[in-house]
């Protein structure tokens, strides 16, 4: 069982940026990999980013490649994104999501869930 609790979301303006970061418990975290996914008002729930528990390859969404940026300390049992150049579009509850394998891209592929974190952004 791996329970994840996000924060670091806020209101940032256009062209800022926000750091989120996501705690796991569970003795197992470096095993599995993790992901973020974002859902903006009257949207799906969608890919973000996501990295293997080896910290191998990252994987992104083509909408935040170069702007934002995955990251894990398994010995803080602590996942990150650090999102640059943010965007009005980026607006959206942020999700951290952990699933015991290799890396995936959409929701149904994860078993566990925080409860998200809203991000803002202002134009």
């Known amino acids: 069982q791996v329970q994840l609790v996000e924060s670091g979301g806020g209101l940032v303006q256009a062209g800022g940026s926000l750091r989120l970061s996501c705690a796991a418990s569970g003795r197992t975290f470096s095993t599995y990999t993790m992901g973020w996914f974002r859902q903006a008002p009257g949207k799906e729930r969608e890919f973000v980013a996501a990295i293997p528990w080896s910290i191998g390859v990252t994987s992104y969404a083509d909408s935040v490649k170069g702007r934002f940026t995955i990251s894990r300390d398994n010995a803080k049992n602590t996942v990150y994104l650090q999102m640059n150049s943010l965007k009005p579009e980026d607006t959206a509850v942020y999700y951290c999501?952990?699933?015991?394998?290799?890396?995936?891209?959409?929701?149904?592929?994860?078993?566990?869930w925080g409860q998200g974190t809203q991000v803002t952004v202002s134009s």
């Open positions: 999501a952990a699933r015991n394998g290799g890396s995936a891209f959409t929701r149904q592929f994860y078993d566990y």
